[in-house]
């Protein structure tokens, strides 16, 4: 035993002045080569996309589908470059109408896998001026629920601005629902999330239910009538969405504003991130 001491010792000085040397860090995953088809097929479904009578429609979506199948496996730079095509589906060719969303919606369903890289194009589609018309506001609403699925939280504030201030109630309905998808989001921003839904959803609550004039010689006032309607259109999903971020479960405006008021610093499910 005294005949090792000197080597034990040696070893702990070793140790001390840094003589040995630290254990070296895996290196990272090496990435997927290049797909040397992936530019023609996103060329072929672009050609698809944009043809005059809009015939093609479904076959691009067939095409996205089997891009979709292997989309896993691409590489940074490639799922970027898909990402980007499939962004530029949105702004190809004749703005389908309401009543022909196929290729808009599968296109949305398709980035809202693609994380940061299919955010980015959501949000770009939702503000693009083809689509900003009243009758356009079902597609942005798809394509704002897809965006929460991205979890992207670059575009939490984008989400949260289309929920309180959209005029048009299904795109709030869906900027609100999609935000429940970040329930991974730091701690003060997920409260300052939840305090603005909360307060809004009052807001609209509290319209909603003044009573109607007596007078009937008094202007008509048709804000109590329209905030009844937006909130038959909020309430459910912005519910929910507030219940996956805070892990409570109520399911009316003066439930969580009563509980809101009471509980300021409150900790979601698994505590601080």
């Known amino acids: 035993m005294p005949a090792m001491?000197?080597?034990?010792?040696?070893?702990?000085?070793a140790i001390l002045s840094g003589a040995v040397p630290a254990q070296t860090p895996a290196p990272p995953a090496a990435q997927p080569a290049a797909?040397?088809?992936l530019p023609d097929k996103l060329k072929d479904l672009k050609m698809l996309a944009a043809q005059p009578k809009m015939e093609d429609d479904l076959i691009a979506v067939d095409k996205i589908t089997a891009l979709?199948?292997?989309a896993?496996?691409?590489n940074d730079k490639d799922k970027d470059k898909l990402a980007r095509g499939l962004g530029e589906l949105f702004r190809t060719g004749k703005v389908r109408p309401p009543d022909r969303p196929h290729l808009y919606r599968e296109t949305a369903k398709a980035l809202g896998k693609l994380g940061n890289d299919g955010g980015r194009e959501l949000s770009k589609a939702v503000a693009d001026a083809r689509l900003?018309?009243?009758?356009h506001a079902p597609i942005r609403a798809v394509l704002l629920v897809e965006l929460g699925h991205t979890k992207d939280e670059s575009q939490v504030d984008y989400l949260l601005d289309q929920a309180l201030t959209s005029p048009d109630n299904e795109v709030m309905a869906a900027g609100g629902e999609a935000l429940g998808n970040f329930t991974a989001l730091e701690i003060r921003?997920?409260?300052?999330?939840?305090k603005r839904l909360v307060s809004r959803l009052g807001e609209v609550q509290m319209k909603a239910t003044q009573p109607e004039p007596t007078d009937p010689h008094a202007p008509?006032?048709?804000?109590p009538q329209n905030a009844r309607e937006t909130l038959k259109w909020i309430e459910g999903k912005w519910c929910a969405s507030l219940a996956a971020l805070t892990g409570q479960s109520f399911t009316t405006a003066p439930d969580w504003t009563h509980w809101l008021n009471k509980n300021r610093d409150w900790t979601p499910p698994g505590g601080h991130k």
């Open 5 to 13: 001491r000197p080597l034990i010792l040696g070893l702990t000085l």
């Open 35 to 37: 797909d040397p088809t």
């Open 68 to 70: 979709m199948q292997t």
């Open 72 to 74: 896993d496996k691409l």
């Open 132 to 135: 900003k018309g009243r009758e």
């Open 189 to 194: 921003k997920r409260r300052e999330v939840v």
């Open 220 to 223: 008509i006032d048709f804000s």
